[in-house]
Nanobody
Framework: VQLQAFGGGLVQAGGSLRLSCAAS????????MGWFRQAPGKEREFVAA???????SYSNSVKGRFTISRDNAKNTVYLQMNSLKPEDTAAYYC?????????????????WGQGTQVTVSS
């Protein structure tokens, strides 16, 4: 499975961005998908996840501002980010997981895309 994330950029605080992650897997609909982020000097952290059945989960820091969705026909998962804050600045990574495990843990996901940088200016 290959994942390619894109859509990052520079935005002012309060603005919006939509990240996309395109997957090469023919059985994309069977994968749980997640978004994580990593700021300089910090550990990679969970942002949002969507299961193969469509259930969603979010970190407390983005709940109410970010929305994860998927389009199985396009093999793509999205992260709509609204009301962005400077503390959202990070490289954002998408991930795909087929096995069990908690959706907010790195170990659950077998495949990772390259990061796409999001920078929020104050």
């Amino acid at each position: 499975v290959q994942l390619q994330a894109f859509g990052g950029g520079l935005v002012q605080a309060g603005g919006s961005l939509r990240l996309s992650c395109a997957a090469s897997a023919p059985t994309f609909s069977n994968y749980d998908m997640g978004w994580f982020r990593q700021a300089p000097g910090k550990e990679r952290e969970f942002v949002a996840a969507i299961t193969w059945t469509g259930l969603r989960s979010y970190s407390n820091s983005v709940k109410g501002r970010f929305t994860i969705s998927r389009d199985n026909a396009k093999n793509t998962v999205y992260l709509q980010m609204n009301s962005l804050k400077p503390e959202d600045t990070a490289a954002y990574y998408c991930a795909a997981g087929y096995s069990g495990g908690s959706y907010n843990t790195i170990g659950k996901y077998e495949y990772w895309g390259q990061g796409t940088q999001v920078t929020v200016s104050s």
